[in-house]
């Protein structure tokens, strides 16, 4: 019954409430991971994007004023990762806002010491996720990454990754698959590709992700997240049965949107360490 009249209020939106085209141009040729949609898929994430926007509310924090189109280019990205996946926005269900600084914010944290003192720390921080509550974005780093700034990296990819992470409890790097998925074989993949990636940090070597994914298995789920859809032929290079799950699980194959040479030129773009 639920299902029926959201399905109902759905078509009513999409009916009375689209994107108007104007905007949806201007977000599309704002963000390059956008542009390599075809058009079937960027129709379908003009009327998904038009629904999270009015499911969930962006606000800008003091003083930023956030223009509609800053708000269509979060919610369209954000929505990029849920594009072909059934009853997706129920993947984002649970929480109601989007809260946008105009550059990095400061928090703080509380962190034990070597002998367990525990002190406060300032971090400067470009994104936030936390279970049923915002999240928390920098204008700054959105719009940097969107200016190709960083190929790889995408701030919004990175922290709504983190959403779906936590669907199945605090986050772990492992969010609940899709029944035709193993967890073995997720498992797996991410753990070799994990161990790996610390390796050839600890000998000092140049990597093919960043080296923030080996923070621990929940940051590297959504560095990967952000590669796949960013740089999916430097992933897939690098750790095939990682882009293989991701394939699965997104129900997307990013590398196919490119052709061989754009595929080399975001190899060569990409930042390595």
């Given at each position: 019954?639920?299902?029926r009249?959201?399905?109902a209020?759905q078509g ?8 108007p ?7 599309i040729r ?8 075809d ?12 629904l ?15 223009e509609?189109?800053m ?5 369209a990205?954000?929505?990029?990762l849920i594009?072909n996946?059934d ?5 984002f269900?649970?929480?109601h806002e989007?809260?946008v ?10 962190q034990?010491?070597s ?6 720390k ?6 936030e996720?936390?279970s ?12 940097t990454?969107a200016h ?6 995408n ?14 409890g605090?986050a ?5 698959l899709h ?8 498992a797996q ?16 070597h ?7 994914g ?9 560095v ?5 859809f ?8 690098a750790?095939p049965a990682?882009?293989e799950?991701l ?7 990013p590398?196919a949107?490119?052709g ?9 773009k990409?930042?390595?360490h």
């Open positions: 019954m639920f299902k009249l959201r399905r209020w009513h939106v999409l009916f009375s409430a689209k994107i085209y104007p905007i949806w141009h201007r977000v704002a963000a390059p991971v956008l542009l390599a949609l058009n079937r898929e960027a129709h379908r994430l003009r009327k998904l994007t038009s999270f926007l009015r499911e969930k509310t962006i606000n800008s924090a003091g003083d930023f004023i956030l509609e189109w708000r269509v280019l979060i919610a990205q954000a929505c990029l594009l996946i009853d997706g926005l129920e993947y269900d649970g929480w989007v809260i600084y105009p550059d990095a914010f400061k928090v703080n944290r509380l034990p010491d002998s367990g003192v525990v002190h406060t300032d971090q400067h921080l470009a994104g996720a936390w049923r509550r915002p999240v928390v974005l920098s204008w700054n780093n959105i719009i990454v190709a700034h960083e190929v790889g990296s701030v919004v990819l990175h922290e709504f990754a983190h959403k779906l992470d936590m669907l199945n605090p772990d790097g492992l969010p609940p029944r035709t998925m193993r967890v073995a074989d997720w993949a991410f753990a070799d590709a994990y161990g790996h990636l610390g390796e050839q940090l600890a000998r000092h140049r990597t093919q992700v960043d080296p923030y080996a923070t621990n298995p929940v940051e590297f789920f959504a990967v997240s952000e590669q796949f960013e740089a999916p032929g430097s992933l897939r290079d750790y990682v882009y799950q394939r699965v699980y997104y129900k997307q194959d590398g949107r490119f061989p040479s754009e595929l080399a030129g975001e190899a060569l990409h930042p390595v």
